[in-house]
Structure formats: structure tokens, C-alpha cells
């Protein structure tokens, strides 16, 4: 009965990283799934709205993250930004946009976002610009997942 016993253990701890892995590929395939259900949405957002996707970041969980978006001159001149958080909510600590001729820009914007909700739409100084690079600092908040930051521009 002890052998019995030890020998279903022993399978049992040797299966868990199989499961384990199995289980963690399954996420991976979902989450690639959803994010092309997004960009096939976020196409026809720009088709239907005049803003345009300048880039996303997904945020890594645990701690505060910063990544930056970079935006060449192609992209064109834009006088409005606006920020949309999908997948898990996050708390948005600092956003720098830096312009064509260097000069940057840093809206109030220490906001806690919840799930697939926008920023208000932010007015850029000076009339249309040239968006060299955006920065941003963000925390996922807990229990929610990963979140995606998407730059909107028109």
C-alpha cells in the first residue's frame, strides 16, 4: 500500500510540469487570439473615427513599468492625443510626448483606468504637431490581468 501510494506520488509530481506547460501554451494561444480580434477592432476604429492607432504596449504585471511608443514624422501631424486601456485595469502615472523639434509635453495624467475604458481626449499645444516618441510610467493593478495601452491620435 505504501509503495502504492509513493509510486501515484511520484506520477503526480512528475505530470504537474507537463500540465503546468500545457496550461500556460493554452493562455498563450488565447491571448494571441484576442489580440487580433483587437487589431482586426482597432482597424475599423480608425476607418470609422479619424484617430489614428499609433501604438500599444502590453504592461508586464508586478511593479511599475515603463515603455516608450515611437512615432516617426510618416505618421503625420496630430493636434489631439487620447489613451485607451484594454484587457485589465492600470494606473497611469506619467505620460511624456516628445515632439518633432524635441520640445515635450506632459499632461496631467496620474489616472487609474479600469477595464477597456479611454482617457479624455488630451489637446496638444501649438496646433498640429510632429509626435516624435511617447512615454509612459503605469502599474497594473492587482488581480486584474495584463493590460494593453493603446495611443490614439487624429
Request: proline letters at 4%; glycine letters at 10%.
Amino acid at each position: 500500500m505504501k509503495r502504492r501510494l509513493a509510486l501515484v506520488s511520484l506520477v503526480s509530481l512528475a505530470l504537474a510540469p507537463a500540465s503546468a506547460l500545457a496550461q500556460a501554451g493554452r493562455r498563450r494561444r488565447q491571448e494571441r487570439r484576442e489580440e487580433r480580434h483587437d487589431d482586426v477592432q482597432d482597424r475599423v476604429a480608425e476607418a470609422m473615427t479619424g484617430w489614428t492607432r499609433l501604438g500599444e504596449r502590453w504592461v508586464q504585471p508586478g511593479g511599475v513599468d515603463h515603455d516608450v511608443i515611437v512615432v516617426t514624422a510618416a505618421e503625420g501631424t496630430f493636434r489631439q492625443v487620447a489613451l485607451r486601456v484594454e484587457h485589465s485595469a492600470l494606473e497611469l502615472f506619467d505620460v511624456t510626448i516628445t515632439f518633432g523639434d524635441g520640445q515635450t509635453f506632459s499632461p496631467g495624467t496620474r489616472l487609474v483606468f479600469g477595464r477597456d475604458t479611454p482617457s479624455r481626449t488630451i489637446d496638444l499645444p501649438g496646433g498640429n504637431r510632429v509626435i516624435r516618441r511617447v512615454d509612459f510610467r503605469y502599474a497594473n493593478l492587482p488581480g486584474g490581468g495584463r493590460a494593453q495601452l493603446e495611443l490614439w491620435a487624429r
